[in-house]
């Protein structure tokens, strides 16, 4: 009768306690799955979060349920979608820090990748809006200053996301960071090239020039009171006026609207709930909402029972 042979230590080991099977290192980069190669239902939703827009977008479009000039206004819904997703990119690590949520900061390059995906779906579609002919978009982008200033956004997002993997990362070092700073000035420019195309009703690019404006001024603060909900909630009223100040300059130097009547619309509550709120006003309550985070985190983490371990701090 045969005999086993001699076994390793290893071999014995890896018998008592078996691992998870191992997935190919190949496959890591698939967005569903964390940095340890396992299925993230978290990863999941966001992805999925992510992808429906583009997709009911694209399937309105096919369908003829874009109005009269469809072309046109999908590029204009896939525009304001990569400028939203690009700021809630950089809104994951204040959220992080007011949430105490460590596992937010795995989905910032998910997020950050979304942004480029729909900026490039923009640029598609604005070319099904010029009947395919890419030399016409061309020349669009090279004669119209708010086109050119778009393309320069899409064209520095692309070397964001092609430098965000681990190993380009681990490549430039320290200069990796100062490269990915630059996502904050990209962010600006792609506000300003909304603006110079919103004509009479700047709305969206105000709320972005909002959301831009609380994420410096929260980029600015000292690191121990990122958290603070009392820091926070001081931020919420300054974002607030600078967006009402942003939205009164772009009426008064770029159209013959009453600027000053648009700034004391702020103050008018009557108004706000008539016909929805302001700009301004949507960047105060939302301000107040991220500054209530610190405490309902608190509040949280007391109900939890003491001998309850903490969820790991990594996806
Ligand atoms: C080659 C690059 C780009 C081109 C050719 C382009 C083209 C356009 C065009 C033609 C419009 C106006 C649509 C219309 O009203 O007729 C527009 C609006 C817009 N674009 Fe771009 N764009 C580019 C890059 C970007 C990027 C990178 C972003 C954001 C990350 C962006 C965000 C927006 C936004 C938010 C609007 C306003 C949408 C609205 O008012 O509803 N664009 N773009």
């Keep these: 009768m045969a005999t ?25 980069w698939l967005p569903w799955l964390d940095h340890g190669g ?18 009911v977008l694209l399937a309105e479009l096919a369908a003829g349920l874009m109005g009269a000039e469809p072309w046109k206004a999908a590029t204009r819904e896939a525009g304001t979608r ?7 990119s950089l809104a994951v690590t204040p959220l992080r820090f007011a949430a105490d949520w460590p596992r937010a900061a795995t989905l910032r390059r998910m997020v950050g990748l979304g942004a480029l995906a ?35 956004v899409l064209l520095g ?22 490269l990915h700073r630059l996502v904050y000035p990209l962010a600006a420019a792609a506000v300003l090239h909304a603006f110079l195309q919103s004509r009479g009703n700047a709305n969206a690019a105000v ?11 929260w980029r600015l603060l000292p690191g121990r009171w990122r958290a603070q909900g009392v820091a926070l909630a001081v931020l919420a009223p300054l974002a607030a006026v600078g967006t009402a100040l942003v939205e009164w300059a772009w009426y008064a130097a770029a ?22 709120p302001r700009p301004a006003q949507g960047i105060l ?14 509040g949280l983490r007391r109900r939890r029972p003491v001998d309850s371990p903490r969820p790991p701090a990594q996806a």
């Excluded at 939703?45 to 827009?53: F, H, N, Q």
């Excluded at 997002?157 to 100062?178: E, N």
């Excluded at 909402?289 to 309902?296: E, H, K």
Aim: charged share 15%.
């Design 4 to 28: 086993p042979g001699p076994t390793t230590h290893m071999e014995r080991m890896s018998r008592r306690t078996p691992s998870p099977p191992r997935r190919p290192r190949g496959w890591r």
């Design 38 to 55: 396992r299925v993230s239902a978290l990863r999941i939703a966001v992805l999925i979060a992510l992808a429906s827009p583009g997709t």
């Design 82 to 88: 990569a400028a939203y997703i690009l700021l809630i």
């Design 118 to 152: 729909y900026a490039l779906l923009h640029l598609t579609l604005y070319a099904g809006h010029l009947a395919w002919d890419w030399l016409a978009v061309a020349g669009e982008i090279a004669t119209r200053i708010y086109l050119t200033l778009g393309f320069a």
């Design 157 to 178: 997002l692309s070397v964001l996301g092609w430098t965000s993997t681990d190993g380009w990362q681990a490549r430039l070092g320290r200069r990796w960071k100062r």
């Design 207 to 217: 709320v972005m020039a909002g959301c831009w404006l609380w994420l410096m001024a």
């Design 255 to 276: 159209t013959n609207l009453p600027a000053g009547r648009i700034l004391a619309a702020n103050l008018d509550l009557d108004l706000a709930l008539l016909a929805g």
């Design 285 to 298: 309550v939302a301000g107040l909402a991220v500054a209530l985070l610190p405490a309902l985190r608190r």
